[in-house]
């Protein structure tokens, strides 16, 4: 299955650990054999994270940086570019649903070029019940859906 995974689970890459996640989730995820995509803009998020740890003296510049790095160059981790005329459209789209920009890039490279976006997002998931996001998927994409990562895992 060709999966689109959220920023979140990047994070431990660059020294930055979630509690409800398992540290090594993206490497479980690729050794299950799934095709991983992720979004461009998560390059700026995890950087944007990273910055902000290595103000606080919580992380180095090096691992931030090793981190991202070891992302950009994984042979198993597509990059979907968001400049992508029809990402940008449907991100458009979807900012009538979603509050964050970066979570409507994201969640439209996931619809654009995967079968599933893997989040642990509370308004992503949330956009289950929502009829609006419902025909715009259907359109698009019908098969796709949003799951959390013991959903996959």
């Not at 979140?8 to 650990?17: A, D, E, K, R, V």
């Not at 400049?83 to 890039?105: E, G, H, P, S, V």
Request: hydrophobic share 40%; charged share 25%.
């Amino acid at each position: 299955m060709k999966l689109l995974l959220d920023t979140t689970y990047f994070l431990p890459t660059i020294g930055i650990s979630i509690k409800e996640i398992q540290k090594d989730a993206l490497l479980t995820i690729i050794t299950k054999k799934h095709q991983i995509a992720m979004s461009q803009i998560t390059i700026f998020e995890l950087s944007a994270k990273g910055a902000k740890y290595i103000k606080e003296d919580k992380l180095s510049p090096e691992r931030v940086t090793r981190g991202i790095n070891a992302i950009i160059y994984n042979d198993d981790v597509e990059p979907i570019p968001i400049q992508d005329t029809t990402i940008l459209q449907t991100a458009f789209k979807l900012r009538n649903m979603l509050n964050d920009f970066i979570d409507c890039l994201i969640l439209s490279s996931a619809i654009n070029n995967s079968e599933a976006i893997i989040t642990e997002d509370n308004e992503i998931q949330n956009l289950k019940k929502n009829t609006q996001f419902h025909n715009l998927v259907a359109d698009l994409n019908p098969g796709f859906k949003i799951l959390k990562l013991t959903e996959i895992i």
